[in-house]
């Protein structure tokens, strides 16, 4: 096989998520480099693959990087895990790749498992943009700070967020983001405990009250965008989709105005005909209402 780091996503709980691709490469590379050697012994135990194991983690990454580079440099792939899912998400992992790229060496990257496209796709948020945030700050006024900064914004807003700041990190967001938004809380992703609770943050806390075991585990938590941002936002779309269909043929029109704006294009043709048959006695300029 080439020589190059292979950025490999592994479980977040069930062994059977990860990839047979992943599995090829993980008994094939030299050495894997891991953020926990000892739980990734496991998993690799548990397919029956024997390779050197070398620790990186986010105390050593900048300094075991060049061994890392120093292996790869010789003809040896290396390949790299944290504990699951996807390395440099919210874990280690991109210092490595960095330096990696900037020595002139390849980095493959072996798709897989991810906590955060896992809870998206099972929360049900429609809006057609996502905002990762990923862990808040442990620190309460940096933590309000942060969601004081994203809270008028119109996108969806994924957190990862530890069991023991859970309670206090809902409290926060029904204070900053305001109490009606709906919350998807995603708990324990593939493993045996997964759930998934959506409701509006001003009942978060009582849901967690109601069993000590709903605030224990991992935990992604899958808040909506600023009501009126979100309005604004679907006022613009079809403000460009009007004018461009003054233009343009349908299809056309509509491919331009979800490419500018990112809003869908399924929402877009529906609108577009409706618009089309209307267009005649449509103001030609689109503006505001001030």
Known sequence: MDAALYVVATPLGNLRDITLRALDI???VDAVAAEDTRRTRQLL????????????????EQQT???IIRLVSAGKPV?????????AISDPGALLVSRVREAGLRVIP????????????AAGMSAP??????FLPSNARARRASLSAVSSLPYTLVFFEAPHRLLRTLEDMAQTLGPDRVIVIAREITKVFESFQRCKLAQARAWLAED????RGEFVLIVEGAAQAREQSVAQAECTLEILLRELPLRQAVHLAAAITGAKKNALYDRALELKTALAGLDPRCSDSR
């Open 26 to 28: 993980l008994a094939s």
């Open 45 to 60: 135990s548990h397919y029956t693959i024997r390779v050197r194991l070398v620790a990186l983690h986010e105390r050593n």
């Open 65 to 67: 990087a060049g061994e």
């Open 79 to 87: 390949a790299y895990v944290t504990d699951a899912g996807t390395p």
């Open 110 to 121: 072996i798709p897989g498992p991810s906590a955060l496209t896992a809870a998206l796709s």
């Open 129 to 134: 943009h996502f905002l990762f945030f990923g």
């Open 212 to 215: 000590v075991n709903r605030a």
